[in-house]
């Protein structure tokens, strides 16, 4: 099967950074996703690693090991709007169904 | 341009009452997906589907049924209703070839008592 890990919560002060870390198992594992989700709204899509290393987007930057079957999404400059869950979600070959982890609740302090 | 329009938004049923969520989407996609979230948890998968006439099940698919009879819609019937059916449903879709990129709906909350 295919499992994700991710903490379950992780709470920071504006303008600090903070990396969720997404660890799995499985075999054959393709590539990453990450997806943001507000309360009460639908995840949206962050980012993908098809390949190993990092990959920077804004403030947010994601990167991937397979050897190591770990991930992570860094949030840089934390702004209060960031606060949000956070889900990791992997394919198991090109184009298959997603699974995702449980998700990161990230709070955000002023 | 709408996206993946969900409907309806709320709706509370009864055990052993049936009902069909709602899912279109213009965007072309070939694939479509329903996922249930439950407080404190990921989403699962209930039924996917890669295109028109296919479909499949993800890891939890008991009590659910999907069609595809277009590439715009992808509804999911609740056959009887039971309480353990009271979540979030998100539709969602992609191009076939990125189905790391999900595009979701704005999703419903079922209420099953």
């Known amino acids: 099967g295919q499992s994700l890990e991710q903490p379950s919560e992780v709470t920071a002060v504006e303008g600090a950074i903070v990396q969720i870390n997404c660890t799995y198992q499985?075999?054959?594992?393709?590539?990453l996703s990450w997806y943001q989700q507000h309360d009460g709204g639908a995840p949206t899509f962050l980012s993908y690693?098809?390949?190993?290393g990092l990959e920077e987007t804004g403030r947010f930057s994601s990167f991937l090991s397979r050897s190591d079957s770990y991930g992570y999404l860094l949030l840089q400059e934390l702004q209060m709007k960031d606060s949000a869950s956070y889900f990791c979600?992997?394919?198991?070959?090109?184009?298959?169904?997603?699974?995702f982890g449980g998700g990161t609740r990230v709070l955000v302090k002023p | 341009n709408a996206g993946v329009t969900q409907t309806p938004k709320f709706q509370v049923l009864k055990t052993g009452q049936s009902m069909t969520l709602q899912c279109a989407q213009d965007m072309n996609h070939e694939y479509m997906s329903w996922y249930r979230q439950d407080p404190g948890m990921g989403l699962r998968l209930i039924h996917y589907s890669v295109g028109a006439g296919i479909t499949d099940q993800g890891e939890v698919p008991n009590g659910y049924n999907v069609s595809r009879s277009t590439t715009e819609d992808f509804p999911l019937r609740l056959l009887s209703a039971a309480p353990s059916q009271t979540s979030v449903y998100f539709c969602a879709s992609s191009f076939r070839d990125n189905r790391e990129k999900l595009f979701f709906g704005s999703g419903t909350q079922l209420s099953v008592l």
């Open positions: 690693n098809a390949l190993d």
């Open positions: 499985t075999s054959g594992f393709y590539g």
């Open positions: 979600a992997g394919s198991k070959a090109a184009g298959n169904k997603l699974t």
